[in-house]
């Protein structure tokens, strides 16, 4: 049971980590500080937090465990906000969906205190983002990749396991290095995808008549490319390496299949597609659905 949660950055992942801590019962009060005053206020309306700190400096005042849950590229700001509070045995966890650059930034700016702060991925989420959409269940039966360093503390570390797998979540620890890599190829890759394959689609002149009739297989291949901006300019940017790595080797892909196709040998063209069908029903029997 930890005496009082501080959550910076009261949106979707940091509302819904709140409730699900207090819907658990591992938590006494939660104290919650975001950019703008009115989200904060809003958190507390919603009874997601109990109290509205009007710094993030105040919302890890008294806390024995605190939640950064703002977009990857305001954490380095956050954690240079909060540092000279950050005592030794508090939990601190961030759920940026990248974890080099947070690590590297954690390393710099916390200097030897980087031994309380346990880097976070919950693999959950929604498109929408805001403290609106903040969902007590968010992170049940969902996977938390967790990315501890030499210096982070092996109790932390133990208590975070405790913490996510009492709301639900199944952990996994990995390398901050291994975790951006895998996470550009499954997830970082298909969102720029999608981002570039419906704007194709909806800027063409007649772009308006084609997605009247797009059906259901459109629909879940384009559903990340709703996404929020703000968050994936970020999450691009800070992993750009990986991902131009990945994206280079989905263009080889592509080109292997547009060959096939320009030069009519439609043998090996169905050679490929059944590569590809084989591999993912392969992999959806291996893999429990999350
Ligand atoms: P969100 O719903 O937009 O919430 C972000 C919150 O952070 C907002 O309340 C925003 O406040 C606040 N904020 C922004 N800059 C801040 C700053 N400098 N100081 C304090 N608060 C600040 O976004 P989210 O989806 O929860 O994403 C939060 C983090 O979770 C991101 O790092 C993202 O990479 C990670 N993540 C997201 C998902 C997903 O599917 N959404 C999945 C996994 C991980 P205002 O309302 O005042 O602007």
């Known amino acids: 049971m930890f005496n009082q949660l501080g959550v910076i950055g009261c949106g979707l992942m940091g509302g819904s980590f709140a409730l699900a801590l207090k819907r658990a019962g591992l938590v006494r009060q939660v104290v919650g500080y975001s950019k703008s005053p009115s989200t904060t206020e809003k958190a507390k309306r919603l009874g997601v937090i109990d109290i509205a700190a009007e710094s993030a400096l105040l919302a890890v005042s008294g806390s024995d465990l605190v939640l950064i849950a703002v977009p990857v590229a305001a954490i380095d700001a956050t954690l240079k906000a909060i540092r000279h509070l950050v005592e030794s045995g508090v939990l601190i966890m961030d759920v940026g969906s990248?974890?080099?650059?947070?690590?590297?930034t954690a390393r710099r700016v916390?200097?030897?205190?980087?031994?309380?702060?346990?880097?976070?991925?919950?693999?959950?989420?929604?498109?929408?983002?805001?403290?609106?959409?903040?969902d007590g269940q968010l992170y049940g039966g969902r996977q938390v990749?967790?990315?501890?360093?030499?210096?982070?503390?092996?109790?932390?570390?133990?208590k975070a396991t405790d913490l996510w797998s009492a709301i639900g979540s199944q952990v996994l620890k990995m390398s901050p290095e291994n975790h951006d890599a895998a996470f550009a190829a499954v997830s970082h890759l298909p969102?720029?995808?999608?981002?570039?394959?419906?704007?194709?689609?909806?800027?063409?002149?007649?772009?308006?008549?084609?997605?009247?009739?797009?059906?259901?297989?459109?629909?879940?291949?384009?559903?990340?490319?709703?996404?929020?901006?703000?968050?994936?300019?970020?999450?691009?940017?800070?992993?750009?390496?990986?991902?131009?790595?990945?994206?280079?080797?989905?263009?080889?892909?592509?080109?292997?299949?547009?060959?096939?196709?320009?030069?009519?040998?439609?043998?090996?063209?169905?050679?490929?597609?059944?590569?590809?069908?084989?591999?993912?029903?392969?992999?959806?029997?291996?893999?429990?659905?999350?």
């Open 98 to 104: 990248t974890k080099r650059d947070v690590v590297d």
């Open 110 to 134: 916390l200097k030897d205190r980087v031994d309380c702060f346990v880097p976070a991925h919950p693999i959950a989420g929604k498109e929408v983002s805001g403290i609106d959409h903040a």
């Open 145 to 158: 990749i967790l990315t501890p360093i030499a210096q982070t503390r092996p109790e932390l570390v133990q």
């Open 191 to 290: 969102h720029l995808l999608a981002f570039a394959y419906f704007s194709s689609v909806a800027k063409q002149p007649a772009g308006r008549e084609f997605l009247s009739l797009a059906g259901p297989g459109f629909r879940d291949f384009t559903r990340i490319a709703a996404s929020d901006p703000e968050m994936w300019r970020d999450v691009l940017m800070a992993n750009r390496e990986e991902i131009l790595k990945q994206s280079l080797r989905f263009r080889h892909t592509l080109d292997a299949l547009e060959h096939v196709i320009k030069q009519g040998n439609g043998d090996a063209l169905e050679d490929l597609i059944r590569s590809a069908s084989e591999m993912r029903l392969g992999w959806q029997m291996s893999t429990p659905k999350r």
